[in-house]
């Protein structure tokens, strides 16, 4: 029996282990993040991809192996030596390209990767704004369920002194009828809280292309704001160093500059070298070399030069707008969260205490008979809803911080 007690336990711990999961904080989301999401892993074949065309860009030409054989006589060739008169040749020649035409492809090339490294960045960066927002909906749904549940139990202990005040025969049952039906709103808050729970993590789950189920997954983090901002001015610099889609133009107005000397060096001459070896009969064989210059009388490659000429202005434009939209971003994203601060300061100074002090006050009244049941139960709804908003203005803040860090391509708030 003992033993079948210590089995049964050992059975429970084990269930127990299973069930539970260490919360993961923001760093641990973000890994497993770029670890599994797919639009991430689709993005890294593309850098695979463009690593590979460098190979391509940097091959040399082959050469060509050329054989032949003339001065063939079927018809007259002496009957003993039936080959006495052939003529074998052995042609290689060899295409040599100038102008360091194989180094600027590699160049343009290895800029291509250079861009598609950039856009992998900028999708990373669009798409942890997403990861982010999550997060924090989820942080926020689990601090607005513990507010819930701190509501609805104070507030059933608050009936259960109501229900032997009853008793005692120092309030109505009207009055104690008015206080529990108060009780639905507050269980609706609890029901409406788990929902929104779920729903944020069951969000969270998709972006990290994860299975597990929602009740063993779990996320931590600091739900709250500080009111230190850096000045706009290193905001601003800070974006222009790190903005992946911006360094992805300036990256691209170097491949087409890159691209245009490519052209005019495509329109040089490359010449052929070529060496033959052969014999003559009755003559020794011998050894030629020749070099083929093609005249590039009318294929000078003009049209060409002109279109990469064009690229360039279309990348400068195109860096230029980033630029101005980097400029936008930020500046949008800093009054965002700067007037969110100043919203939360006076609930963190003064309302949140003030709520709870009213809120204190009127219960300790109410239940000396010194103030009405309307104003006991308006201290606790005003008590709730100051609470419930300044949870909101939190998760718009965390949520703000993040629209700020989507903006510089970096996380300057935590």
């Not at 599994?36 to 082959?62: C, D, F, H, Q, W």
């Not at 942890?128 to 819930?148: E, I, M, P, Y």
């Not at 009740?215 to 610099?237: C, H, I, K, N, Y």
């Not at 992946?244 to 490519?262: F, G, M, N, S």
């Amino acid at each position: 029996m003992r033993r079948f007690f210590f089995i049964l336990v050992a059975a429970a711990w084990a269930a127990v282990g299973v069930r539970a999961q260490t919360a993961l904080d923001w760093q641990q989301v973000q890994a497993r993040f770029q670890a599994a999401n797919p639009a991430v892993r689709e993005g890294l074949l593309n850098i695979s991809e463009s690593k590979a065309a460098e190979i391509t860009a940097y091959l040399r030409p082959n050469p060509n192996l050329t054989t032949s054989i003339d001065q063939l006589t079927p018809f007259t060739f002496h009957p003993y030596q039936p080959i006495s008169g052939v003529f074998p040749a052995i042609i290689v020649d060899y295409l040599h390209e100038r102008a360091h035409k194989r180094e600027l492809r590699l160049e343009s090339a290895q800029q291509a990767t250079s861009i598609a490294v950039s856009q992998q960045n900028d999708l990373v960066r669009t798409l942890l704004f997403g990861l982010r927002s999550a997060f924090v909906q989820t942080l926020q749904a689990k601090a607005v369920l513990a507010l819930a549940r701190d509501n609805l139990e104070y507030f059933d202990r608050e009936l259960a002194i109501s229900r032997d005040r009853l008793r005692a025969g120092d309030i109505a049952p009207l009055d104690l009828n008015r206080i529990a039906l108060q009780r639905v709103q507050y269980e609706s808050d609890l029901q409406t809280a788990l929902v929104n729970m779920r729903t944020a993590k069951i969000m969270l789950l998709e972006l990290l292309d994860d299975r597990t189920l929602v009740d063993r997954f779990d996320v931590t983090g600091a739900f709250d704001f500080s009111d230190r901002l850096q000045p706009l001015e290193a905001v601003r610099a800070e974006a222009v160093d790190a903005r992946p889609d911006l360094r992805a133009a300036l990256e691209t107005v170097d491949k087409a500059k890159t691209d245009h000397r490519l052209a005019v060096a495509n329109g040089s001459t490359d010449p052929t070298f070529a060496v033959d070896a052969a014999r003559n009969p009755p003559y020794s064989a011998y050894i030629g070399f020749s070099v083929n210059i093609p005249l590039r009388i009318f294929d000078r490659n003009q049209g060409e030069k002109l279109r990469t000429q064009i690229d360039i202005a279309h990348a400068e434009r195109a860096r230029d707008l980033t630029t101005a939209q980097v400029y936008g971003d930020v500046d949008s994203a800093y009054v965002t969260l700067a007037s969110t601060i100043e919203l939360l300061k006076p609930y963190r100074d003064t309302y949140l205490k003030m709520a709870k002090d009213v809120r204190d006050t009127m219960e300790f009244s109410y239940q000396r008979g010194q103030a009405a049941l309307v104003d006991y139960l308006d201290a606790q709804r005003d008590y709730r809803a100051t609470y419930v908003t300044y949870l909101n203005l939190v998760g718009s803040y965390l949520t703000a911080a993040g629209q700020l860090n989507l903006a510089v391509g970096r996380e300057v708030i935590q």
